[in-house]
């Protein structure tokens, strides 16, 4: 999994840090529109968050049936402490058989994850999605992006992310289509506080 854990970003493996980077470059505002204009969640769904961090959205989340899975046990103990009540966290991969033996999910999300997975890892992150969602349920992804006449500085925050696979949005849409029908695409260059660009695709099954 391509990812650089050296140097400044290296703090970011510290929850705390990486939630108070987040609230500083307006994460606090990004996620609200996120959640309310792209999630949409409803009361009551089935979520499967892949990627989960110490789970800073899910106070923005309704009451919900929520599971976080994230290979860090440092993030997963955040999570934990903060929310153990009211939602399940799995420190470990996701995979078929790591998944919980329930009903299917309504969402599936996987926010800022694929642009840290190589072309392989995120055809596996696709296709499980499609296998863990109920007809009609969706996945949504949430990454940087290059796209056409954005911002030469947002570019270049994106391009000092800690994950190095980045992709345009005919990369990520390459990724999504063999395996998802219904695809739509959002662009948006306003989420956070500093310069950077947006891909929220949202894959229905």
């Known amino acids: 999994m391509p990812q ?21 470059t ?23 968050d892949i990627g989960c961090g110490p789970a800073d959205l899910l106070p923005f989340l309704p009451d919900v049936n929520y599971t976080g899975f994230d290979i860090s046990p440092d993030y997963i103990s955040a999570a934990r402490k903060r929310f153990g009540d009211r939602a399940t966290f799995i420190c470990e991969p996701v995979t078929t058989t790591t998944l919980p033996k329930q009903e299917y999910f309504d969402l599936v999300l996987a926010i800022g994850i694929l642009h840290h997975l190589n072309d392989d890892e995120a055809i596996q992150l696709f296709h ?75 894959c229905t099954k």
């Open 128 to 202: 499980l999605a499609h296998t863990a969602l109920r007809p009609g349920g969706r996945l949504i992804t949430f990454d940087g992006v290059y796209v056409k006449g954005q911002s030469p500085l947002a570019r270049w925050i994106i391009s000092k992310d800690r994950g190095q696979n980045v992709r345009t949005t005919e990369g990520y849409l390459q990724l999504a289509q063999p395996v998802f029908d219904r695809i739509s695409v959002n662009i948006n260059h306003k989420l956070l506080r500093i310069p950077y660009t947006h891909l929220i695709l949202e």
């Open 26 to 48: 307006g994460g606090t505002r990004g996620r609200t529109i996120l959640v309310r204009d792209y999630i949409r969640p409803e009361s009551g769904d089935q979520i499967l």
């Open 4 to 24: 650089i854990n050296q140097g400044i970003r290296a703090v970011l493996q510290a929850p705390f840090v990486y939630s108070l980077f987040g609230w500083l």
